[in-house]
């Protein structure tokens, strides 16, 4: 426990918000995999200020198992921390800090079982994923996921360890955010004629994206998630410069967090049929100037519940939870992997309901039981 306590203190210490890069964090588990004899690999971002991590104890046979965790946590700017968030403090049973729930606690606790997976003779390997940006749309993880499909014998589960209070999570929705932009044409509000309305375009838009959110509500198809829909956000609207302007350009924020039957193209190729058929003819009714283009601001893929799951089925001979198959509203990259056809359940130490937040906390009880864990998941890997 002192060794896991050890980790947490520097992963904590080491500020890893996306704001900035992770890389001191990545060096320091090279280091650390370099001194038990485990090689690593990065995969770096396309500008190279982060990057994901893959390690494999073991041999380089299929049937191994993913313990996979994200680097970096959210910021803490603005929020009523009572201490150093940067610095961990252990009182009452309590590790407060920031990322010490989400996720750093599920790190160190691996990483201090290093030295007994290089020393257990392994006879399925035992793999360390550590994915950049996971908390801003999981941007590290798809190059991560194919990095590890390109340089390693299939694997036959992955364990994310997100804050489920060790209790195994085998569904949860997607999140996919676009930024849509119209561009028309400004003129005099008195000769709307000459012009073409990029706000009045963009209010159009965001109308119909309700519409589809109240078509969702109704169908409330899986009973599972709380609520039991895809969800829509209609989060910011900006454009327009005065009141006796004609708005040259608007753009447009939004996202939708689909049920796992819902996690594919279909809902955006619906507003963009809904732009070519109906908006674009009016923007253009004017002066026949005007466009929308709709950027992808994050893709996080849904996770559904496996039949008969081989990652469910092994993190419970593992933690001995015998409850029922859990659903979460939040992402992870777990869904990443399934895409990938990798069976993956999402179980790690703590409470979601401290992550993000001021004076964010983990109970030293929840990482014995991480510990736990990974120790039975070593024992049942060996030869």
């Not at 921390?81 to 990322?99: E, M, V």
């Not at 950027?295 to 993190?315: K, N």
Request: aromatic fraction near 4%.
């Amino acid at each position: 426990m002192a060794d896991t306590l050890e980790l947490l203190e520097t992963l904590v210490g080491l500020d890893t918000t996306t704001r900035g890069s992770n890389l001191e964090l990545i060096s320091f588990v090279e280091d650390l995999l370099d001194r038990h004899g485990v090689a690593s690999s990065r995969v770096p971002s396309p500008d190279g200020t982060k990057a994901n991590l893959l390690a494999r104890i073991g041999p380089d046979v299929e049937g191994g198992v993913v313990l996979s965790g994200h680097t970096d946590c959210v910021p803490v700017t603005g929020q009523p921390w009572s201490r150093d968030p940067f610095t961990l403090d252990q009182q009452d049973g309590l590790l407060y800090g920031r990322g010490a729930t989400d996720m750093k606690g599920f790190v160190a606790a691996v990483l201090a079982a290093l030295e007994e997976m290089t020393s257990a003779g392994l006879r399925r390997p035992i793999l360390l994923a550590l994915s950049y940006d996971e908390e801003i749309g999981t941007v590290g993880a798809p190059s991560l996921v194919e990095h590890l499909l390109a340089t390693q014998a299939r694997p036959a589960a992955v364990i994310v360890g997100e804050p489920t209070r060790m209790e195994t999570v085998t569904a949860h929705k997607g999140i996919r955010s676009f930024v849509t932009t119209v561009h028309g044409r400004d003129a005099h509000s008195s000769q709307p004629h000459r012009a073409a309305n990029a706000v009045a375009a963009a209010a159009r838009i965001a109308s119909y994206i309700d519409d589809l959110a109240q078509e969702h509500h109704r169908a409330g198809r899986d009973p599972r998630f709380d609520p039991p829909h895809t969800t829509f956000n209609l989060a910011t609207i900006t454009g327009g410069q005065a009141i006796n302007i004609v708005p040259r350009l608007c753009e447009l924020a939004w996202e939708y967090r689909p049920v796992p039957d819902d996690d594919g193209e279909q809902i955006k190729e619906q507003v963009d049929a809904f732009i070519e058929a109906e908006v674009l003819p009016r923007l253009h009714a004017g002066i026949g100037e005007g466009h929308v283009v709709t950027t992808a601001d994050a893709l996080v893929r849904a996770m559904a519940t496996e039949e008969d799951g081989v990652a469910d089925r092994l993190v419970r001979e593992l933690t001995g939870y015998d409850g029922p198959q859990r659903t979460v509203a939040f992402g992870t990259d777990g869904g990443h992997f399934q895409a990938a056809g990798l069976s993956t359940v999402v179980c790690g130490p703590g409470s979601i309901d401290q992550a993000h937040q001021p004076d964010e906390y983990l109970e030293v009880e929840q990482l014995r039981a991480c510990e736990r864990m990974i120790e039975a998941l070593i024992s049942t890997s060996e030869e």
